[in-house]
């Protein structure tokens, strides 16, 4: 959900360290506010060492090359204690008995372990890490090496950074004061709050670890101590520090934004997944990200409110969801006019705008447009969008707070003013991966979309591509058009994205004239409008009267839409719609009135030699839809590339990641399956 407010440059994820250094894609990972070019923020550094990913850094990040199982470990125990404790403010959680059973160890349950156990815990990972190339998506990127933190909790499993095993192809781990490795299995990975679930299946690992216990959420000058291994050395390294800040920022892995803890720790690539400390030895929080163009500021993910928040997710779904989408986008209600003007009453500081409502989210039929939101599930919001901070005195914090602890599949209910009349609004919360952002600040699916005809290469739009092709600073340097939509188109369905052709493999005479056609959008083909990648695909494998959109097809949605706003027109007539095209021809209407005709037969036929003239395999012409669930170098060839992906219904999530076979998270809303051990593009390493 976008605020209006302004908020302080979000930090950058702390960056491997070379030798284990992340790629320098983690500069893309750096939070920019939708709508808006990111100023020049500190930077923020993604702790995984040796890597620097702009203005956020992620502390370190390990790959895996292990696949991992569906969820939870199987036959493992619970998951660690405090696994999510509603807030005093929010409204049942339907989850809630759940996670209270996910609860391990109650609170004084466990006597204060020994520091040397403690240590002990606390685990090195090493990675392997090989992206595909957003430019060039049918082939992968030089794989990097990447060094990180990690930990033991309750069930036989280890916690660290997702940016730790993004884009992994192999992960292994090792204990301390010992040379031996382990192979890794990823269990679930949870992009938006920057944390994967890992296990070990050797037995002889656990031997004498004792898992950590989660500790309270850390008051100001709380002393915390960050254990892990930070580049300068093999061995465990321990720092010292007081938590200095605690709001609601943004996750430098994907812009999310969510509750960290600022500390001035000495925090340094290579640290990401390790824990901080209170004085009981209980784990405050997991260091994730420095700011660095600043000293001593460093950020850790707390245990209450988000780790707590992804455990318990993977325990009630049997696989990580994800974190909800609200719904709608909001800004604050200061200006006296225009609260009279919302017949707001006077003198009450309380309430805020809705300026949009997501048509892809439940409260597309709930929320409207104007409405004014004064309290979210009993809570009061003031008009500059804050609630009182949970158990903290006066304090506050920006309203997502009470947003991020739910879980998907909750409800939210909220009292409106619509019209001078307060009334109350209720509906189920989705994850935030259905949110109606077209252009998405990071895509979880592990391979790119695309398709190749004729040499024409059409692709999703993401950020991963802008930063691709035009270098971190895209914003600056990339095309307007393509900033403009990357900051503003909106989706109407789940599926929606915006596809453009990327560049063209010439090969006269088919492609003659069209070479340097390159980063356009594409609007139609034969009429239809286009509305993704596989949406393409189909209509261009279709027969003639669906590529015309004169029947019934995959395409159904896109055409009736297009039938719809015609009808509305009031020039609307058979005599102002455009001829349909010449039988045998492909006519992709491009934006900027631009047009691409070829015959479908010649194109369709030349398709195969243009690949081989480059030495692209004839089965990387598409890569559409679902992934197969099992590494890329297993898959058969076409089976990526099957004609007609299974269409993946509304509210369930896509094979994002490719990785050793891991099931499709359920339950999970589009786009991304956390459960996958395959990462996303752009992350920023550790």
Partial sequence: MDGSSSNPPAPRAVTPSQGSAAS???????SISSGTAPSEPDTITCLATGRNEGELQLVDAPA????????ANGGSSPLPPDASAPTDEAAPSKTGAVAAGATAIADGAMDKPSWDAVVNSVVKLDAVHCKYDAALPWQRKKSHHTSSSGFVVPGRRLLTNAHSVEHYIDVKVKRQNSDVRYPVRVLAIGFECDLALLTVDDDAFWEGLVPLSPGPLPELQDEVVVVGYPIGGDTISVSSGVVSR??????RHTSNRLLTVQIDAAVNAGNSGGPALNKDYQVSGIAFQVLSRAQGIGYIIPWEGVVDHFLTDVAVHKAYTGF???GFRWTKIENAH??????????????????????????????????????IDGTTITSAGTVPFRKRGGARIDLEYIFSGKQVGDHLTMEVVRDGTTRTLSYELVSSRMSARMVPAREFRRKPEYIIVGGLV???LTRTYLS????????????TKLVHLYNTARKEAVDDQVVILSHVLASAPLNQGYEHYTNMRLVQLNGVPVRSVRQLAELI?????????QSASTAEKAEQAAGDAAEASVDASPAASPPPPPSGFLVFGMDKDKMIVLKKAAALEATPGILRKLDISAADARSVGPLPEMLDADVEPGAATSKKGAKTPKGSVESAEEGQSQPAEVGSINQETGVKPGPPDEGLKA
């Fill in 24 to 30: 320098d894609e983690a500069v893309e990972a750096a």
């Fill in 64 to 71: 895996a090359g292990a696949t991992a199982p569906n969820g």
């Fill in 246 to 251: 605690r709001e609601m920022s943004d996750y």
């Fill in 324 to 326: 909800c989408a609200v």
């Fill in 338 to 375: 225009m609260r009279v003007y919302k017949q707001l009453k006077e003198g009450e500081d309380k309430g805020v705008l809705v300026e949009a409502v997501d048509a892809t989210t439940p409260a597309a039929g709930v929320l409207l447009p104007g409405d004014v939101v004064t309290a």
């Fill in 458 to 460: 059409f692709v999703a």
């Fill in 468 to 479: 691709a092709q035009f270098g971190h600073n895209f914003y600056h340097s990339a095309p």
């Fill in 541 to 549: 494998d279709g027969t003639e009267e669906e590529v015309t959109g």
